[in-house]
Structure formats: structure tokens, C-alpha cells
């Protein structure tokens, strides 16, 4: 088992087929590391007893249980959670990977709307499941980049970004109904027109919760062609790396126009760029990335290529999904940055990204995502993900990680540097009025209730609905 372990480490396929692993391992508190023998270990935020739940009866006796002898209740689905939350010291772990369903509704219709081929998702399926699946139909649907994701659980109930959010919105902007067990053991319907409150909250709050979520109901779309661009540069270091972070920065407008999304990467020493043009056209996204190509045609590229796709699911498995390594000890913290700024101060935001990137330590990374804007700017759906998302441009991420057995005071230096770079992307994400991407947030951010919320307002209403619909704090 050890030896097998030590294989299999850093695939999060097998990292999520383990009932008590995290896809960021920090948060299991490892106390000993599995590639140093004779090391004594203990259980760590491991929790000590689970429930493999494949049945909505497993579920609501969970909760009866852990209510009856009161219990510490986690859920967990893949474990791709940065801020820890899918698990605790003492607590027992509620684990719904097993619970896979899909089914494909031909027309759905309820609160009155009439939509076809709405996507019926239980509460273990992942995106690359998903994709793979909808892939037959000819379709798609809006969700995450790694295919090892759960589809209906933090990631949908925290707000969604994805690589297609600037075409159809935010995951959770596609959200019709959700079928939950709440506290109370009662298993309930929540969408538009039902649980109208429970909805509102489920739609961006937070996963994990207000209720453990059975199943999730999601638009789906015809599966866009793509025109596909894919940069990657190696080596890149000094002073050319702070002009070809200038030249990025400033391309952003132009691909935002051209209704380009994607995502760039400045590593220690290299850097890569993956954008995508729904629908485009060749000839015009040739015209698009001229000019930025012939800016840095000194660079010594390891790949270039700009090709089209047939469809959403080819480019995923072939460019997304083999680039999404798990595993590590990691703390990050982000930042929306507002269309305006984007497009009137790319100096200033370029300056930002270079000095936080020559500010880092343990080779920390910037990544970028270009998935505001768009739709997501024009979609005013009632829900609770924080509206900083609707006047943003771009989600930037700074993110760290350490050797194992790095002691205690070491990582809180690491944390608190994490903290403090975060700071300086606040610089060019409109100041103490910024938001963050509460998946992809620092947890130890000064003023969460407001940077992953946005608004007072939006905290207020969560925390009443909370108080609501779980008075005695089942769900933390």
C-alpha cells in the first residue's frame, strides 16, 4: 500500500478515490511525509470516521446521526478545496464521490421556463465526467478546468468560473434547481420558484453549507467550435520577463474585444498563455495575435500553436485537463480585477503582477484568468455570488507551496506572505472595495465577510438564510 502510495501521490483520480485525502494535502495537517520511512504519523485533520453515501437515505441518516450524537459533519466530493473545508479534526466526513448519476432532460420547465436539454447531475460527478458525457450529445455545459472537480459542490455553489464563463456566464449562472438534504434530515427542492431563499443562497454562498446538495439541474449548450491559441515559453527570466508580462497585460484588451477567454501562467522561470474564441473565425484570430507575436519573437518558445477545435471537449482533454497537477502543500489568495481597470491602467496592473512575481518565494506562481466580462458582465440572475464578478475583467491568482515537514513557523511566514502579496494585487482591484473568488481565496484574508461576499448586504441575507435553515450550525 505504501509503495503504491508513493506512486500515486500527485494523481488526483486516485487522491479523490481515497476517502480521507485532500487534493491539497496541507489540510489533512500531515504530520509525517510518506517518502520518509520509519516517520511516526498521526491522524491529523484527517476525519476519523466516514459515511461512503451512494443513496439519498445515506445522506439524511448521516445527518440524523451526527445531529442525534453531535458529531463534526464534513462533505466532500473530490477534495479540491483550498480553504480546507471538506475536512476536519474529529469530524466524520460525509463522502458523495460514489453518487454518479447523469441524466440529459429534454425539455425542462420548471418556475416556467422552457429549456431544452437541461443536464441532471448527482452530487459525485466531475467535470471531466460531465464533458466526456455531454460529449456524445453534441453538447456542453459551463464548468471547471480540471476534470477531477466535483460538479455540483463547492465549485458550483461558490460561483464557478470557467474557461467558457465570458460565452454562457458563470457555472452558477446556469444553475436551474437543486434538489438537497437540509439540516433538518428533510430531503427539498430549491430553484426559482421554491425555497426561493435556499436557492438564492445555495447560488454562490458557499459549498457545504446550507444543505448537502443530491443533485443539481444546469443548462446546457450546443458544443461551440474553437479557434485555440497555446503559448509556451521557457526560459524566461529578468528584466525580458517584466516586459512580456507588459506585453500580456496589455494584449488583454484586445483579446476581450475579440471575445477571446483563457488563462496565462508566469511561473518561476517560464510562462504560458491558453486562450479560446468560441465560434471564430481563422483569418481574424490570426490578425488578433500578429502583433503580440511579433513583440516577442526573440523568445524561445517551446510551443505555438493556434489551431481550431470541432468542439469544447477536444481542447479540453487534450490541452486543459493533462495540464492540472494536484497534490502539495499550497496556500493562495486572489483577486477580480475590474473590466475598467483592465482596459485604462494595464501599466499599473502590469507593474502589480511584476512585483508580486519578483516578490515571491518557494517559486510561487501568478495565474491569470480572462473569464469575466462577457456574459458574465450582462447576466443579472438573482443570485448570491459575490457581484464584484459582474464589473470584472480578470481573476489573478498568487499561489505558494513548501516541502513537507517544513516546521510550523515556516508556514506561517509562507501564510503570511501569501497574505501580504495579495495585498499588492488589491492595489489594481479597486482597494478595500476588491473582491475574491472565495474557491480560489486566502483563508487567512483580512475582511472575508467582505472580499468573498462583496457586499454587507449579500453577508446579511447568507447569515439569516444560515441561521434559517440551519439554526444549530450542522453545517460549517
Known amino acids: 500500500m505504501c509503495a503504491l502510495a508513493k506512486t500515486q501521490w500527485t494523481n488526483s483520480s486516485w487522491r479523490i478515490d481515497q476517502v480521507g485525502t485532500m487534493q491539497s494535502y496541507n489540510w489533512e495537517n500531515t504530520s509525517c511525509s510518506v517518502f520518509i520511512e520509519n516517520s511516526t504519523c498521526d491522524q491529523g485533520a484527517v476525519p476519523v470516521l466516514a459515511v461512503n453515501a451512494t443513496l439519498p437515505e445515506h445522506v439524511q441518516t448521516t445527518i440524523q446521526f451526527v445531529q442525534r450524537y453531535n458529531l463534526r459533519l464534513v462533505i466532500k466530493t473530490s477534495g479540491h478545496d483550498f480553504l480546507g473545508r471538506s475536512t476536519a479534526y474529529g469530524a466524520l466526513l460525509l463522502w458523495v464521490h460514489y453518487m454518479k448519476n447523469m441524466t440529459l432532460i429534454d425539455i425542462y420547465t420548471g418556475c416556467g421556463n422552457v429549456v431544452p436539454n437541461a443536464i441532471r447531475l448527482s452530487a459525485g460527478v466531475e467535470w471531466g465526467e460531465v464533458y466526456s ?14 476534470g477531477t472537480v466535483g460538479s455540483v459542490g463547492g465549485y458550483l455553489q461558490g460561483g464557478g468560473h470557467s474557461i467558457l464563463s465570458r460565452w454562457k456566464g458563470l457555472s452558477t449562472d446556469n444553475i436551474l434547481e437543486f434538489d ?73 484588451p484586445t483579446l476581450a474585444d475579440g471575445n477571446w477567454s483563457g488563462y496565462f501562467s508566469f511561473y518561476d ?80 496592473v502590469a507593474q502589480a503582477f511584476i512585483d508580486v512575481r519578483n516578490n515571491r518565494i518557494n517559486q510561487g506562481q501568478l495565474i491569470g484568468h480572462l473569464i469575466a466580462g462577457g456574459q458574465v458582465s450582462k447576466i443579472n440572475n438573482d ?45 489594481i482591484a479597486g482597494g478595500n472595495q476588491s473582491g475574491c473568488y472565495m474557491n480560489e481565496a486566502d483563508p487567512n484574508e483580512p475582511n472575508w465577510q467582505q472580499k468573498f461576499f462583496g457586499t454587507q448586504e449579500n453577508y446579511d441575507r447568507l447569515k439569516a438564510i444560515k441561521n434559517a435553515v440551519d439554526p444549530l450550525g450542522l453545517f460549517i
Not at 400 to 418: C, E, M, N, R, Y
Open 133 to 146: 458525457w455531454l460529449n456524445e450529445h453534441n453538447l456542453t455545459a459551463i464548468g471547471g478546468s480540471s
Open 180 to 252: 438537497v438534504v437540509t439540516a433538518d434530515g428533510q430531503r427539498q427542492t430549491a430553484n426559482a420558484c421554491q425555497n426561493k431563499d435556499l436557492f438564492w443562497a445555495l447560488a454562490g454562498g458557499g459549498g457545504g453549507t446550507f444543505a448537502v446538495v443530491l443533485n443539481a439541474v444546469l443548462r446546457t449548450y450546443p458544443s461551440p467550435p474553437l479557434i485555440v491559441f497555446l503559448w509556451y515559453i521557457s526560459p524566461l527570466n529578468g528584466t525580458r520577463y517584466d516586459n512580456f508580462i507588459r506585453d500580456v497585460v496589455k494584449f488583454l
Open 269 to 348: 522561470a517560464s510562462a504560458s498563455l491558453a486562450f479560446i474564441c468560441p465560434y471564430g473565425d481563422m483569418n481574424v484570430a490570426n490578425a488578433t495575435i500578429s502583433g503580440f507575436i511579433q513583440n516577442n519573437t526573440d523568445l524561445d518558445l517551446t510551443k505555438e500553436v493556434l489551431f481550431s477545435s470541432p468542439s469544447f471537449y477536444p481542447f479540453f482533454n487534450t490541452a486543459l485537463e493533462p495540464n492540472n497537477p494536484t497534490g502539495g502543500n499550497v496556500l493562495l489568495g486572489s483577486r477580480l480585477i475590474p473590466e475598467a481597470i483592465v482596459h485604462n491602467q494595464s501599466d499599473d
Open 383 to 427: 443570485t448570491s455570488v459575490n457581484p464584484v464578478w459582474r464589473t470584472s475583467l480578470i481573476h489573478i491568482i498568487y499561489g505558494t507551496g513548501w516541502p513537507d515537514l517544513t516546521s510550523q513557523a515556516d508556514q506561517q511566514v509562507i501564510a503570511k506572505h501569501v497574505t501580504s502579496q495579495v495585498q499588492i494585487l488589491q492595489r
